[in-house]
């Protein structure tokens, strides 16, 4: 076997969530410089109207400047230019960050060779390349190999390294049958040997997946995002009728007049062709054009620097839009795992008493409900484990399906733990007979949504152990933030409905499923869709595929089966069911990244008009002076300003879009007016501010003052 994409796994999947810079390396921008200019190329550049047409525009200068050389036509063609370059940079940075990683997975996915099965009962085997395997292939793994392709095991047992995939070094049980059958190519078995049975099909492995994510080169554009695509290219044929009507007009109204002094203004000397070009592309939303492809880029990539999968730009999009999200009770809401919070004692006996024999009973139990009573019973009454010695001569009663119960017997003494009515069978069957008060302690507990253990001592009760689904520690303050962003939160478990209640309100989720089946969730699922509402949920099992299908938004855990990553449009490959909050809160972000440099870049136009317009006419028509409110220092001045700071807030503004606009969980009212504030406002001071500093620089250039 040869490689092993485990350092490019590592990482792309083990990094934590990027601080302070976020995903901005200005070292990128030196490394994504060739990429830009390759994608000068006009059959890439169409694709992207806005862009395109500053583009033609910028040939088109350069021809005029050819033909009637001056300082200031030449300026205004390298900016025009560089303002292409800077568009096309933004988004070969925001492609870079997956360049290398996706050259060493498709190293991997080259050079591993598989073991490939004549048949199920054969023993013979042949070596072909990996990326020759069909869909139902079987090829046989053993350890210290590399597993082949995407599939399920048929047959064996072993721990395998997903490290190349996940970045968690902790290796992984996987098992022919349920839902743990489930292995992905790339990764690595250590132990024992399998069987997989190959269910990708050819160049749609989980390996192919993460390569087109990374890369991005294959992205497709969202319906949101072709939507404002739109809207941009409308806007910039509006502007482009205006400025090529603007010729005619001029001449109807006699406003041809080279000579008047400091004037630019359709002088039929070559300038006015530049001028308007200019005119077109400090108008026309650049900006927003410019940075579009590399905000979806940077949206899919937050998701892998979480870990997580996205198999197309439109599910990112769609967990920024989820009203309704649907969460799994057991592991997401809750730990998992049942623990001790209460010894409960009957009357006569202290809880003091009770919490010894708990411990004493638990000492052996390796269960996570046996510990948490032995830790429980330490924290809260400062019992300490026994000595050695004294448990040498203890004998051991192991828990069994049985007997329902587990205790202890040492120097004499019998304790015994376990479910209701096998402990008090078992008090009567040594004469003793239980208190008419423990029944009321467990169906109290019961009706809580806890679960009690009785605890017993010879022939006697003692109390109850209160064992309850611990919720996650700040569960509640998250659902909270879901709640101000508008999202309706439902806990699916298939517990009681009374169970369920007492957690859904110590969670504080806003609905609950009880006793769910695959049909009541995708039931649940279609009942939101039809109200219009966008839905979003996580699953693992093969039972979970229908639903993941029918969401809007679908995670599968990684661990799952192949069913479940199937059906679903993302892949956590932590597989942590609390991760569905991250993915909304990313899409978002993702949302309010566009619509806050959507704003910004509409917003600029204003004071290009402001800088351009008066410079073009005020000469021939003085009363337009009133509009030089930023009072530049010649026409020529305005003009260039206008086009360098066009072309530098373009640079300046790729951090922000890489990174995202930071979200804070608000209503949609709140969310607008604070865009329009910040961005709106800060779209219309910065450009005066802005262009009046280039001014007074170019002031200083030969014949631009």
């Not at 022919?176 to 992905?184: C, F, I, N, Y």
């Not at 009573?373 to 001569?393: D, H, T, W």
């Amino acid at each position: 076997m040869t490689a092993n994409p485990a350092g490019a796994g590592r990482a792309l999947a083990g990094r934590q969530p990027a601080k302070g810079g976020g995903l901005f390396d200005p070292r990128q921008l030196l490394r994504s410089l060739p990429d830009a200019l390759r994608k000068l190329s006009p059959a890439t550049m169409w694709r992207n109207p806005v862009m395109f047409i500053v583009e033609v525009g910028a040939a088109f200068t350069t021809v005029l400047a050819v033909v009637t050389p001056s300082s200031f036509a030449w300026a205004v063609v390298v900016w025009l230019w560089l303002t292409v370059v800077f568009a096309n940079l933004a988004e070969a940075v925001a492609e870079g960050r997956g360049k290398a990683q996706a050259a060493t997975l498709r190293a991997a996915k080259r050079d591993t060779v598989a073991r490939r099965l004549a048949s199920p009962e054969a023993s013979e085997w042949e070596s072909v390349a990996a990326p020759e395997l069909r869909q139902g292939d079987l090829v046989v793994v053993e350890a210290g190999e590399v597993v082949p392709g995407d599939g399920d095991v048929v047959e064996g047992i072993a721990s395998v390294d997903e490290s190349a995939i996940t970045g968690e070094s902790a290796p992984v049980i996987r098992e022919s049958g349920g839902d743990r059958s489930a292995v992905t190519g790339g990764t690595k078995v250590l132990s024992d040997r399998i069987v997989v049975k190959i269910t990708q099909r050819p160049g749609e492995s989980f390996v192919d997946r993460m390569i087109a994510l990374v890369e991005g080169a294959n992205r497709q554009k969202t319906p949101n995002e072709i939507a404002l695509n739109i809207l941009l290219a409308a806007l910039t044929i509006i502007f482009l009728v205006v400025t090529v009507s603007m010729q005619p007009l001029a001449i109807y109204a006699k406003a041809v007049n080279p000579g008047v002094p400091d004037s630019i203004a359709l002088d039929g000397d070559g300038v006015t062709g530049i001028v308007l070009v200019s005119l077109v592309v400090c108008l026309i939303p650049t900006t927003i054009g410019a940075l579009l492809s590399a905000i979806g880029i940077a949206g899919m990539d937050r998701l892998v620097q979480r870990n997580v999968l996205a198999m197309s730009g439109r599910a990112v999009e769609a967990a920024g839009d989820v009203s309704t999200l649907l969460l799994d009770k057991t592991g997401t809401i809750t730990l998992g795992n049942r623990q001790a919070a209460e010894f409960v004692p009957v009357p006569g006996v202290s809880e003091l008493e009770l919490a010894r024999a708990a411990q004493l009973s638990s000492l052996a139990d390796e269960t996570p409900e046996g510990r948490s009573i032995v830790v429980f019973a330490k924290q809260a009454y400062g019992l300490r484990e026994r000595a050695p010695g004294e448990l040498a001569r203890a004998h051991w009663v192991p828990f069994t399906a049985q007997t329902r119960m587990s205790g202890v017997d040492l120097d004499g003494q019998q304790i015994r733990k376990g479910a209701a009515t096998a402990v008090m069978k078992w008090v009567r069957d040594h004469g003793g007979h239980p208190t008419d008060q423990i029944g009321h302690l467990v169906d109290g507990i019961s009706a809580s949504g806890g679960t009690p253990l009785v605890v017993a001592e010879q022939g006697r009760v003692l109390g109850v152990v209160h064992l309850k689904d611990m919720v996650k520690h700040g569960m509640r303050e998250r659902f909270d933030e879901m709640r101000r962003m508008g999202i309706r939160t439902v806990m699916i478990t298939g517990d009681n409905p009374l169970t369920a209640r007492a957690i859904a309100e110590e969670a504080g989720v806003d609905d609950f499923l009880a006793e769910a089946t695959p049909e009541d969730k995708l039931a649940l699922i279609r009942k939101e869709q039809a109200g219009g509402r966008l839905v979003a949920m996580t699953g693992d099992g093969t039972n979970d595929a229908p639903a993941l299908a029918q969401s809007d938004v679908g995670v599968a855990m990684n661990t799952g089966t192949s069913a479940a990553k199937e059906a679903g449009n993302m892949v956590d490959l932590d597989s942590d069911p609390t991760k569905l909050i991250e993915i909304v809160e990313i899409g978002k972000q993702l949302l309010i990244t566009r619509g806050a440099l959507t704003t910004f870049s509409i917003a600029n136009d204003i004071a290009k008009y402001f800088a351009i317009v008066p410079a073009m006419f005020a000469a021939v028509y003085p009363g337009l002076d009133l509009l030089n409110v930023m009072r530049l220092a010649s026409p020529q001045s305005a003009v260039l300003s206008a086009v360098i700071f066009n072309a530098l807030v373009i640079v300046a503004l790729i951090p922000l879009a890489l990174r995202g606009v930071r979200y804070r969980p608000a209503g949609a009212s709140r969310l607008l007016s604070r865009n329009l504030a910040v961005y709106g406002l800060g779209g219309i001071v910065v450009p005066f501010a802005g262009i009046k500093l280039i001014d007074l620089l170019v002031q200083l250039l030969p014949g631009m003052s």
